[in-house]
């Protein structure tokens, strides 16, 4: 296992700004290979997707090939990968399609630990469909979210199950393909919120047993817009609303309008790129993104210890990571200074950690903190452990000013 932090650094250009980022969960930053593929993109030929001119082969060459890429991300079929504008508009597509089959008695349930883009539109849906949302909290003083949280919500007449991988706002990981497991033995769908851990793990769709699941490129270097993974005969059976002559073919039927070309290209390379995370590996995508992973947990594990200890030995400050399971994402408030000071005197000395709930808006409330949140550490692969004691000494001058 190979991790040469030194010239994965090397590799992003807004590093060479002298900023700590640690606002990875928001946006992570974007390699040289990223920028080149989308600006190559542009400067071919593009049209509309077709196999005649040069301009509508470039186009449908860039689909086919970030599908697949895509699929051997996120352990799926590239006939099962749906692109949108983002990770929250698929959801809201798909709520509003799987609500179709819903009735007054159905019952959806959502979690108090998710983003809300995995609660509101499935609460809305629920709501104009006549259905009932049953809550699965979490326990605020672990932030675990159970198996048995979700089990004492379910019912015959459950339709629909919604949760997340990670949370974005304190990084706990739920034991999500129990979770899924649970949905089906009540014959339920599993829709799973990947935003979060599909910048921190590997992805295996049938090992979750996720029906659905969605993510956001952006999130592991790539461009802005998002992904929605599912079983193409899942699709088959959905009937969404769509133009009329627009085609009814799986998965193009989900996708309105024209493609973001120049955008699917950037996130074939980003994920070409953590493909090789782990420089020593070889082999086919998939098993180079598995030892990636492998690598990449292994260096955030690292910084994350190093950051535990540091925020252990400081006074006054409250960690609300606690989960077992988690991502190296860190939630932290002060006795007696909003965390937004914090993130403001941060910025000031260049180190990025920025305050908030996040749109966990739920999730905050549980954890005591109203609509303000807190300080929010995300690692990044490219974090270093020297912007980890850059961190600490700027909220170790914060806490004594």
């Given at each position: ?12 250009p ?40 040069p ?32 990770a929250?508009?698929?959801t ?11 009735s ?61 991988a990670a ?83 799986v ?60 925020l ?43 305050a ?46």
């Amino acid at each position: 296992m190979t991790y040469d932090i030194t010239a994965l650094r090397a590799e992003f250009p807004a590093l060479s700004a002298g900023i700590a980022h640690f606002d990875g969960p928001g946006g992570t930053q974007v390699p040289q290979p990223v920028i080149r593929a989308i600006a190559d993109a542009m400067g071919q030929p593009l049209s509309i997707r077709g196999r005649m001119t040069p301009g509508e082969r470039n186009a449908d060459a860039i689909v086919t090939r970030t599908r697949q890429a895509l699929a051997d991300l996120l352990g799926a079929q590239p006939t099962g990968i749906v692109f949108g504008r983002s990770a929250t508009q698929l959801t809201y597509e798909f709520s509003r399609t799987l609500a179709k089959a819903w009735s007054p008695g159905d019952e959806v349930v959502v979690t108090r630990l998710d983003h809300d883009a995995n609660i509101r539109p499935w609460v809305q849906a629920a709501e104009q469909a006549g259905a009932t949302v049953r809550w699965a909290d979490f326990d605020p003083a672990t932030g675990e979210l159970t198996a048995d949280d979700i089990r004492a919500v379910l019912s015959s007449r459950t339709r629909l199950v919604a949760v997340t991988a990670a949370s974005n706002l304190i990084g706990t990981r739920p034991p999500v393909a129990e979770i899924c497991g649970l949905a089906h033995e009540v014959g339920a769908l599993a829709y799973v919120d990947g935003v979060h851990h599909a910048a921190h793990g590997l992805v295996d769709l049938d090992e979750l047993g996720a029906d659905f699941f969605v993510c956001s490129p952006y999130k592991f270097f790539g461009p802005h817009h998002g992904v929605l993974a599912a079983r193409p005969e899942l699709l088959e059976t959905l009937s969404p609303d769509k133009l009329l002559p627009s085609t009814d073919v799986v998965p193009e039927r989900f996708e309105l309008g024209t493609l973001p070309y120049e955008f699917l290209v950037g996130t074939e390379a980003a994920v070409d790129f953590l493909a090789g995370l782990d420089t020593g590996a070889t082999g086919p995508r998939r098993q180079r993104l598995a030892a990636a992973f492998t690598a990449l947990e292994a260096h955030e594990q690292t910084l994350r210890t190093q950051l535990d200890k540091g925020l252990a030995a400081l006074p006054g400050v409250q960690v609300h990571s606690r989960a077992a399971d988690r991502t190296p994402t860190v939630l932290l408030t002060f006795e007696s200074r909003p965390a937004a000071e914090a993130y403001s005197f941060l910025a000031e000395r260049d180190v990025h950690a920025p305050a908030g709930s996040f749109y966990a808006i739920e999730a905050s409330r549980r954890l005591g903190l109203g609509d303000t949140g807190g300080l929010r550490i995300g690692l990044a692969p490219y974090n270093s452990a020297e912007d980890i004691e850059r961190l600490l000494t700027g909220l170790a001058e914060f806490l004594t000013r």
